[in-house]
């Protein structure tokens, strides 16, 4: 056999290894993307849409994302099945299903699916309001809510003051003129 076509044919079977996997990938993401909407993991479709409305409520969208468009609905899902005891998901539960009850009757509205983000924002507002034990989870999802807002990496990265790679220490200047007044990522 000669050498040369030999070496040309490896060189071409080289090519087609290589460039194959990349024009799939270019014609994959030629497609249509349909956004497919959120099924909760470990909460019920009822109990995840009322904690849609819960987090939005926390953290409603202004200049920034609200807490729903920086997926906190999802983490909080993950994060409850995943890293939570029993005792706590079955609080984290029990108190979204008393939220979606209360908008019920308030709203006079028959079914979770029927609500709407007016109806739900001022029972959470109720619920962290509230004194005593029974309303005590509430606070919780507000301090889990905040927290996974924080750390997502949109937040991080476009919102709060981030900085991938620290420069020099300047101690004397005021967080306005080196932030801009946000605070910094974590």
Not at 52 to 62: E, N, Q
Not at 66 to 72: D, F, I, P
Request: aromatic letters at 10%; hydrophobic letters at 40%; glycine letters at 6%.
């Amino acid at each position: 056999m000669d050498r040369r076509k030999a070496l040309m044919q490896m060189g071409m079977s080289l090519g087609y290894v290589v460039a194959v996997p990349t024009f799939v990938s270019i014609l994959q993401g030629c497609a249509d993307k349909k956004e497919e909407a959120w099924k909760p993991t470990f909460f019920t479709a009822e109990q995840g849409s009322t904690l849609v409305y819960v987090v939005d409520s926390i953290l409603p969208k202004t200049d920034t994302p609200s807490a729903s468009e920086a997926n906190v609905h999802v983490f909080l899902d993950g994060f409850a099945g995943n890293v939570m005891d029993a005792k706590q998901q079955g609080d984290f539960k029990n108190t979204l299903d008393a939220m979606a009850q209360r908008a019920l009757a308030k709203s006079n509205k028959k079914e979770v699916a029927e609500l709407t983000q007016q109806d739900v924002e001022p029972v959470v507002r109720q619920f962290l309001e509230a004194k005593g034990k029974e309303n005590a989870f509430a606070k919780k999802i507000r301090e889990l809510t905040i927290w996974g807002y924080k750390c997502n990496e949109y937040v991080g990265e476009k919102v709060l003051a981030y900085l991938p790679v620290p420069g020099e220490y300047i101690a004397c200047e005021s967080v306005e003129k080196l932030t801009k007044g946000k605070a910094w990522s974590i």
